[in-house]
């Protein structure tokens, strides 16, 4: 039996939710479907191989102008599903300062 790690309660969608994966940079992008969604990130079915891309960090585009997005970073990878967990604004800023202050330790 697997053991349930999701924060947040999830909003499940019957049909999904068509979306966009994009790159930081720009330089790749793939359909998607949102299946679900919390306050803490998502589950995704990815149109297309995800083999070879930066899945560190992307954008999950929400709509067809590119104004409603969330920052992601990969969680997890099963077939064609992925979880996304949603980093805010100063994530990055944290993780950096961390790291930091890690390697100053040793």
Do not use: P
């Amino acid at each position: 039996m697997a053991t349930e790690r999701r924060r947040g309660d999830r909003v499940t969608f019957e049909r999904g939710i068509t979306a966009h994966m994009m790159g930081i940079d720009g330089t790749w992008r793939r359909d998607c479907v949102m299946e679900d969604v919390s306050e803490m990130g998502a589950k995704l079915t990815v149109e297309g191989s995800v083999e070879g891309l930066n899945l560190k960090e992307f954008f999950l585009l929400l709509s067809s102008t590119g104004l409603a997005y969330r920052r992601c970073e990969l969680a997890w990878v099963n077939g064609d599903q992925i979880g996304v967990n949603f980093l805010k604004q100063g994530d990055k800023k944290k993780k950096m300062t961390r790291r930091s202050a890690q390697a100053a330790d040793v």
